[in-house]
């Protein structure tokens, strides 16, 4: 397995991945942020907020994010069936979700973190969502319609030396499974969503934040940057 660099990490964050690019922000001094985007060509270019919210939410971006607590960018979000769209951020625990036209038709208040923040979200259809929490070295899986926990890998734990899970910041799924980079012990699992059985696939060098996929290559990011991952 050899890694391609795209671009220093510096304060670039959350990777925002869609059908044919990823965007991603430098957060900067936290008031000039700036929005880049990166497709099939992998070289980074600058666009602006408008542009972001078009790619990563849709038509309807600035009525929810009236709807939001804070700004679009500081949620993580992801498109569920319907075109429906969950917004999440580590700053409340709450899970959001609007339709196609920008409607809200649920806010949350998630409390099966045990105190512990939601860091990132995924959807698995029919009806379940993921969620991470890093700091209790866990990763949950729940039922939106019944809001009950369902599964999870961890014990919500404030002891950061855990056999599995460390830190695992981010999640990333696709028709099978479910991966989890985990930034405290550099390592990259990943679950098969049927069998709930979980496999180490690498442990890398150093802190991993985020993985994906996409239709123009596998992306990681870590402390020294975001890669394209190959082999």
């Keep these: 397995m050899t890694l391609k660099k795209i671009t220093n990490k510096q304060r670039t964050s959350y990777l925002h991945v869609t059908q044919s690019e990823i965007l991603t922000i430098d ?10 985007t990166f497709n099939k060509d992998k070289v980074l270019r600058v ?3 408008e542009y972001f919210g078009l790619t990563t939410v849709g038509t309807n971006y600035k009525k929810i994010e009236e709807q939001l607590f804070g700004s679009l960018e500081d949620y993580c979000s992801t498109k569920g069936d319907n075109g429906d769209i969950y917004f999440c951020t580590h700053q409340e625990d709450k899970l ?6 920008g409607n809200k038709t649920l806010e949350w208040q998630v409390e099966i973190g045990v105190g512990h923040p939601i860091y990132d979200l995924k959807f698995e259809s029919p009806d379940f969502i993921w969620f991470t ?13 019944d ?3 369902i599964f999870k890998i961890g014990e919500y734990s404030w ?6 899970l460390s830190y695992p910041e981010s999640i990333f799924i696709n028709n099978s499974h479910l991966y989890i980079p985990n930034m405290g012990n550099n390592r990259l699992y990943k679950v098969d969503l049927k069998t709930k059985q979980m496999e180490l696939v690498k442990t890398f060098n150093e802190k991993i934040w985020q993985y994906a996929q996409t ?4 992306f990681i990011v870590t402390d020294s940057g975001i890669y394209e991952m190959n082999g």
């Excluded at 929490?133 to 319609?145: D, E, L, M």
């Design 27 to 36: 957060w900067n001094d936290g008031k000039n942020i700036v929005f880049y």
């Design 47 to 49: 666009v602006d907020k």
């Design 96 to 101: 959001y979700r609007f339709d196609k036209d």
């Design 133 to 145: 929490f890093p700091t209790g070295q866990t990763v949950s899986q729940v039922s939106i319609s």
């Design 147 to 149: 809001k009950k926990e």
């Design 159 to 164: 002891d950061d030396d855990s056999e599995f």
């Design 215 to 218: 239709k123009f290559g596998t």
